[in-house]
Nanobody, 115 residues
Framework: QVHLVESGGGLVQAGGSLRLSCAASGSVLRIVAMGWYRQAPGKQRELVAATTTGGSTNYADSVKGRFTISRDNAKNTVFLQMNSLKPEDTAVYYC?????????WGQGTQVTVSS
C-alpha cells in the first residue's frame, strides 16, 4: 500500500505561481512513476505531468513550458512547480503513484486561479 499526501494548493491570481508537493509513504520501493492529474468541474480527470524512476517526464500540451515536475527520491516526494498560471488551470490536483499492477491517489488539493 502507498499513502500519498498532497500540499501546496490555494488561490492565486492569473500569472502567479504555486508549488504542489506530494509525499509518498508505505511501500514506496516499487513505485515506478509518480505524477499529477487534475479535474475541473464537469470535466474528466486529465494527466498534467508525470515522471518515472528513470527520470523521464511527460507533460500535457497545455502546461508545457509553464509547469515543471521534479522528484526527490530520498524523500519519496514529487513536486509540481506551476508558473504563469491561467484561470483554465483551476481544478483539483491529484497526486498519483504507480506500482506494477497498482495505482494510488492522493486526496486532492484545490488550485484556483482568478482572472
Amino acid at each position: 500500500q502507498v499513502h500519498l499526501v498532497e500540499s501546496g494548493g490555494g488561490l492565486v491570481q492569473a500569472g502567479g505561481s504555486l508549488r504542489l508537493s506530494c509525499a509518498a509513504s508505505g511501500s514506496v520501493l516499487r513505485i515506478v512513476a509518480m505524477g499529477w492529474y487534475r479535474q475541473a468541474p464537469g470535466k474528466q480527470r486529465e494527466l498534467v505531468a508525470a515522471t518515472t524512476t528513470g527520470g523521464s517526464t511527460n507533460y500535457a500540451d497545455s502546461v508545457k513550458g509553464r509547469f515543471t515536475i521534479s522528484r526527490d527520491n530520498a524523500k519519496n516526494t514529487v513536486f509540481l512547480q506551476m508558473n504563469s498560471l491561467k484561470p483554465e488551470d483551476t481544478a483539483v490536483y491529484y497526486c498519483n503513484a504507480v506500482r506494477p499492477g497498482f495505482d494510488y491517489w492522493g486526496q486532492g488539493t484545490q488550485v484556483t486561479v482568478s482572472s
